[in-house]
Each structure stands twice: as structure tokens, then as C-alpha cells.
């Protein structure tokens, strides 16, 4: 039967499977370090998997740097592929924070179909504000076109997910803009708020 019991859907100590949406330059990194201290769950940044990949100088991260280069994005099979195979790993049995996936709905679609995430966080922060914070980090691969397009395709492919996941209501909007602590304590507030749901 589906019936959840007295506890509810979300019984305490169930999973506390997060995903975090945002801009890159949002200030998503610094959250992401202080969200996964706080909910002892294992962090999740398939750009970083991606950029450890190039590093190692495999196959898979030569082909990964041209398009991480161009300011692409890897194609959803092959990206799901590497995401599903991390979330298999015993310490994601707890929960997880999901950083810089799903990055279009095909992604979404095949993760609720993997683990659904219970939360979502949408880390709002104007553009012309990340631009300049993106310019500021002065990565590697932050050339001002890579940065442009990443924008772009952010727009495009991105931002229909806070309407895909506002549909399932688990979309949290949070506005980013503020001191690091400011912003934290409002993350924590409406994760908390909608765990509890
Ligand atoms: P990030 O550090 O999240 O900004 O990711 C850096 C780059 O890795 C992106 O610009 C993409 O080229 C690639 N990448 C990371 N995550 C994904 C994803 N979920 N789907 C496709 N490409 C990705």
C-alpha cells in the first residue's frame, strides 16, 4: 500500500536528497560547503567530477574539456551516466547535494527516476551580479566567451527546471544576495521548512 504511515512522507532520518540551482558565480559553491557540513550529506558537483576527469587525462576528460572549453554542456546520456554511477556510492544512501546537475529537464526527468530530490533550492541572483563575480574568480576556464555562453545556455536549458520543479512543488526560491551567513541561514530555513512537509 502507499500509505506513509503516522511520520508522514518524510519520516526524520529519511534521506535528505537536495539539489541546488543556480547562476554560476551565485555564490552556490560557498552554500553548497556549509549546506553539506550542516546535513552531513555528501556533495555532489558534477563540474567538479567533470574537471577531476580532465585533470586525470582519461579519454572521457579530454572530451569532457573540449566542451567544458567551448562552455557546453556534456550531453544528458553521458552526464546521467556519470551521476547515476555516484549516486550508487553507499554514503548518497543518506542524502545527497546535487551542484550543477540537473542542468536541463532530460536530466530532471532521469534523476526522478534514480532519486528524486525532496528539496530544491533555487539560489537567486541577478545576472549582471554573477558576471562580474564569474570575471572577479578568474578560473581557467572563465574566458569572458565561455562565461557569456554558460549564461546563455543557463537561460535556455536551465532555468525551465525552476518551473519543472515548482510543478512538483519542491522548488524553494531563495534570494543570494547578501553576506555568505545571511544567506545561509535563509537556505537552511526554507530547506528545513520543506523537509518538514
Ligand atoms: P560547473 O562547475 O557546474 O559550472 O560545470 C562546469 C562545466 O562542466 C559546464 O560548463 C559544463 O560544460 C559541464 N557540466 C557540469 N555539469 C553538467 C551537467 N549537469 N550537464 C552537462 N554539462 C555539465
Known amino acids: 500500500m502507499s500509505d506513509p504511515g503516522p511520520a508522514g512522507p518524510n519520516p526524520p532520518g ?7 540551482l543556480g547562476r554560476q558565480g551565485s555564490g552556490k559553491g560557498t552554500q553548497c560547503a556549509l549546506l553539506v557540513d550542516h546535513y552531513a550529506i555528501p556533495h555532489i558537483s558534477t563540474g567538479d567530477m567533470l574537471r577531476d576527469a580532465v585533470a586525470a587525462g582519461t579519454e572521457f576528460g579530454q572530451m569532457a574539456k573540449a566542451i567544458m572549453d567551448r562552455g557546453d554542456l556534456v550531453s544528458d546520456d553521458i552526464i546521467v551516466g556519470v551521476v547515476q554511477e555516484r549516486l550508487a556510492k553507499d554514503d548518497a544512501a543518506a542524502g ?3 551542484d550543477g546537475f540537473p542542468r536541463t529537464v532530460g536530466q530532471a526527468e532521469a534523476l526522478a527516476g534514480i532519486a528524486a530530490p525532496r528539496v530544491v533550492v533555487n539560489l537567486d541572483v541577478p545576472t549582471d551580479l554573477v558576471l562580474e563575480r ?3 574568480r578568474g578560473r581557467a576556464d ?3 566567451e565561455a562565461i557569456t555562453r554558460r549564461l546563455e545556455l543557463y537561460e535556455e536549458q536551465t532555468a525551465p527546471l525552476v518551473a519543472y520543479y515548482d510543478g512538483l512543488g519542491v522548488l524553494v526560491t531563495v534570494d543570494g544576495v547578501g553576506e555568505v551567513a545571511e544567506v545561509f541561514a535563509r537556505v537552511v530555513k526554507a530547506v528545513d521548512a520543506n523537509l518538514g512537509s
Open 134 to 136: 564569474m570575471l572577479l
Open 142 to 144: 572563465d574566458t569572458e
Open 96 to 98: 545527497f547535494l546535487l
Open 14 to 20: 529519511a534521506p535528505v536528497r537536495l539539489v541546488i
